[in-house]
């Protein structure tokens, strides 16, 4: 199923394992050139495959044009697992409200799927975006710092929203923002996310 779903419908060129990571070098090498500047954000969305809801992950694949019969099937799939505690004697269970199964062969896919709608809309914005698992890569390029800097003030506000709307969040203590640049300052300082 994961290999028809990928041969079949995954288009985004964004996410690592379908595109070379030497583009992402690239690109913070084209930033600098000519005195440029490129930022760089590095972001870790936080407990991405647990909190991802199901209707997140059902939209998304309808969004890659996946038969309504496999959406289906997979958000039965999703809301049919049930967690069974047990200590001792007492045994409890709970129905999953959210998530993609802990080492499901579709559970990387279906993540794919969802993240590839922040990476689009990132990369309309003139990002240059990568993802890899729960981890994202933003990178803006420019000749003027401040420019830089409020696009990415953008993209960050562009992911906290998107991130808001499908029950998630980021990992501030994971995340990075890095400047890349020949140039001896470049106030970048004062970005919030």
């Not at 590095?42 to 038969?67: M, P």
């Not at 802990?102 to 969802?114: D, E, F, R």
């Not at 990075?176 to 001896?184: D, W, Y």
Request: hydrophobic share 40%; proline share 3%.
């Amino acid at each position: 199923m994961a290999y028809w779903l990928v041969d079949h419908y995954i288009r985004s060129n964004m996410l690592t394992g379908l595109v070379c990571p030497r583009r992402r070098l690239y690109t913070l090498e084209k930033g600098m050139s000519s005195g440029g500047i490129a930022l760089g954000a590095f972001l870790d969305i936080e407990g991405a495959f647990n909190n991802t809801t199901f209707d997140s992950i059902s939209e998304a694949a309808e969004s890659f044009g996946i038969d309504g019969s496999i959406v289906r099937w997979i958000r039965a799939m999703l809301e049919s697992r049930v967690i069974i505690s047990s200590i001792g004697m007492t045994e409890m269970s709970s129905s999953v409200t959210r998530g993609c199964p802990q080492g499901g062969v579709l559970s990387p896919l279906l993540w794919c799927l969802v993240l590839d709608g922040l990476l689009r809309i990132l990369n309309e914005g003139g990002a240059y975006t990568q993802g890899y698992a729960d981890d994202l890569a933003i990178v803006i390029t420019g000749k003027f710092p401040n420019t830089v800097k409020e696009l990415m003030q953008g993209a960050l506000e562009q992911v906290d929203r998107w991130c808001s709307s499908h029950g998630l969040s980021v990992n501030p203590e994971k995340t990075e923002v890095v400047s890349f640049t020949n140039r001896r300052k470049a106030d970048l300082a004062g970005l919030a996310l």
